[in-house]
């Protein structure tokens, strides 16, 4: 016959005490030793002086490319229309003046004159609006 102090129910309180202990033990350890960072959607942002550099001298560094590389780009673009337009036999061809930014446009059978470039002053109008 079981003694009062072997019972299973004595035995079952034993093995909760120690259980509970052992748990609050390694409760208090993850407690102080594990540090848990908040997802960096909810965390603020530290602005330092190379953030903030990148985010001002960055997008004026590639506007300055766009303004400086302006012809290269429009000939680019130019060239590629007037080859497309020839293999899709669209009569287009180069404008034989330029126009009052300097650039040479293209001109469209179907127009009187030489179409347009974006002259500097539309340029920039346009990058300040957006």
């Excluded at 990148?54 to 680019?76: E, S, T």
């Excluded at 287009?92 to 127009?111: I, M, P, R, V």
Aim: with cysteine; hydrophobic share 50%.
């Amino acid at each position: 016959m079981p003694t009062p102090d072997n019972s299973v129910s004595a035995q079952a309180r034993e093995h909760d005490r120690v259980f509970h202990v052992a748990f609050s033990a390694a409760r208090k350890a993850r407690a102080s030793l594990v540090t848990v960072r908040p997802h960096r959607s909810i965390t603020p942002l530290n602005v330092t002086p190379f953030l903030l550099a990148q985010a001002v001298v960055l997008p004026l560094l590639l506007c300055g490319l766009l303004i400086w590389g302006k012809p290269f780009i429009l000939d680019f673009w130019r060239d590629c229309i007037l080859f497309w337009a020839s293999g899709l036999d669209l009569s287009f061809s180069l404008a034989t003046q330029a126009n009052d930014s300097g650039e040479y446009g293209l001109d469209l059978a179907a127009s009187t004159g030489a179409s347009l470039m974006p002259s500097r002053t539309t340029l920039v109008v346009t990058a300040l609006v957006m």
